[in-house]
T-cell receptor, first 109, second 117 residues
Framework: GQNIDQPTEMTATEGAIVQINCTYQTSGFNGLFWYQQHAGEAPTFLSYNVLDGLEEKGRFSSFLSRSKGYSYLLLKELQMKDSASYLCAVVDSNYQLIWGAGTKLIIKP | DTGVSQDPRHKITKRGQNVTFRCDPI?????LYWYRQTLGQGPEFLTY????????KSRLLSDRFSAERPKGSFSTLEIQHTEQGDSAMYLC???????????????FGPGTRLTVL
């Protein structure tokens, strides 16, 4: 079967750094997405990795290791508005998105 | 605002009634997806269209659910004989997939929150 694993919940302090991990087992791989979802709202795109390595975009970075079936999302200089769920999703061999359950990130002052 | 719109934003209905939701994707996007999401879970795939063709439907999806995209633009999702378990957020997303198969991100609409009493 296809499986995406992420921690259910994480807590971090405003101004700090947090790393959200995602491991996957899917039938084929055509890229990995990270989305942010605030409570009651739709997911919004954060990043896309298809090759191994680190992609940096402002305060957010995303890393991929295809051989390990592993990715992480790194958030720096955390702000209260970063409190949200972070969803990892993998594009499988049929070009379908397989979604993780999401990691709820709680930011404390 | 991602450019994907959904209507209505909220729907409350009684068990056994039929409901229909509409999604207007970004105009140049050729793919349109329907998802269902419950609290604390990621989006659950329901079905998707490539232009007007419905290419895949989740095997977990009841026959009470049907979707159309008649002209390859907007889409509708209908749920017949609603049940309390159908209560969820219904999300629509669109994307542009090139002929070369290059995959681009999905843009989500704001969702329709369905409550079945």
């Amino acid at each position: 079967g296809q499986n995406i694993d992420q921690p259910t919940e994480m807590t971090a302090t405003e101004g700090a750094i947090v790393q959200i991990n995602c491991t996957y087992q899917t039938s084929g791989f055509n890229g990995l997405f990270w989305y942010q979802q605030h409570a009651g709202e739709a997911p919004t795109f954060l990043s896309y990795n298809v090759l191994d390595g680190l992609e940096e975009k402002g305060r957010f970075s995303s890393f991929l290791s295809r051989s390990k079936g592993y990715s992480y999302l790194l958030l720096k200089e955390l702000q209260m508005k970063d409190s949200a769920s972070y969803l990892c999703a993998v594009v499988d061999s049929n070009y379908q998105l397989i979604w993780g359950a999401g990691t709820k990130l709680i930011i404390k002052p | 605002d991602t450019g994907v719109s959904q209507d209505p934003r909220h729907k409350i209905t009684k068990r056994g009634q039929n409901v229909t939701f509409r999604c207007d994707p970004i105009s140049e996007h050729n793919r349109l997806y329907w998802y269902r999401q419950t609290l604390g879970q990621g989006p659950e795939f329901l079905t998707y269209f490539q232009n007007e063709a419905q290419l895949e439907k989740s095997r977990l999806l009841s026959d009470r659910f049907s979707a159309e995209r008649p002209k390859g633009s907007f889409s509708t999702l209908e749920i017949q004989h609603t049940e309390q378990g159908d209560s969820a957020m219904y999300l629509c997303a669109s994307s542009l997939v090139s002929q070369g198969g290059e995959y681009n991100e999905q843009f989500f609409g704001p969702g329709t929150r369905l409550t079945v009493l």
